[in-house]
């Protein structure tokens, strides 16, 4: 973590100020009103988005990647759904329960092991998460339409490398904490 250090001194305040000043006005900029299915989507939500409901302490956005897990992948395990999205199993198996409850998933017992459950899109989910994708894509392709193709690259190559350092810092964190406990 030494070597984390002296690049952070290198990064100066006006950077980080810039870095921030742009990202406070890109966030808002980059929502657009969501097609008619999304709103359908959103309104049988609702009722269970409440601030009530405990099984919804999970962010938002984990069911989104929750979904495209489930969507890629043939059939995690709820063990696997927990670490590709970094929280605690029981807060995975919430939130499969709400997919199960409402329709858009299933869980499915291993034939190698019955005491390992897997999880499984439904048709239903996977048309969610289809109209899901197809919302974000577009939107992707209008924010990177501003963009040339090697600006693209480095925009992306850029991410990349800040995406596998917050990775990094988080499997560190986490790491740390997890062994004090131990």
Known sequence: MTGDVKQQSSVDAEQVTQFMRYMAELIPKTKSAPPESLVRLHAQLEPLLSKKNPRLNAHPFNYY???????????????????ALSVPLSTATRMVS????????????????RRIIRVALTDSGRRLQNIIEEHLGQ????????????????????LGKVASTLEAKE???????ISKLQ
């Not at 929750?66 to 992948?73: A, C, K, Q």
């Not at 709400?98 to 092991?113: E, I």
């Not at 209008?142 to 600006?151: D, F, G, K």
């Open 171 to 177: 499997r560190y964190f986490f790491g740390e904490h």
């Open 65 to 83: 990647l929750m979904g495209s897990i489930l969507y890629r992948d043939a059939n995690p395990t709820m063990r696997e759904l927990s670490k």
């Open 98 to 113: 709400l997919l199960v409850d409402n329709g858009w998933a299933q869980r499915l017992s291993d034939p190698g092991d």
């Open 139 to 158: 939107h992707a392709r209008t924010i990177l339409a501003c963009l040339t193709a090697e600006e693209r690259i480095i925009l992306l190559t850029l």
